[in-house]
């Protein structure tokens, strides 16, 4: 899960704290949660899943879609 997240940055070229700031958190307590250091609490889970436009599944690692679900 840890290495889709890091994936999913760089791929739109944005760095940890791009991503903290969309979360309105610390650059350092996005890292950890990108390297396992701390668990990701569901709805930083939700929120991340909506900013990169893909499942909680795909960034759980329970699917290898990662194409957001149809509604």
């Known amino acids: 899960m840890y290495s889709r997240l890091r994936d999913l940055r760089n791929d739109k070229d944005w760095l940890q704290k791009d991503v903290a700031a ?11 949660y990108e390297t396992g250091e ?20 795909y960034l759980l690692g329970r699917t290898d879609n ?3 679900p149809r509604r």
Do not use: C, V
Not at 22 to 28: A, F, I, P, Y
């Open 22 to 32: 969309m979360l309105g958190m610390s650059q350092t307590g996005y890292s950890k």
């Open 38 to 57: 701390n668990d990701i609490p569901t709805s930083i889970l939700i929120r991340l899943a909506e900013i990169y436009h893909t499942s909680t599944d």
């Open 66 to 68: 990662p194409a957001p």
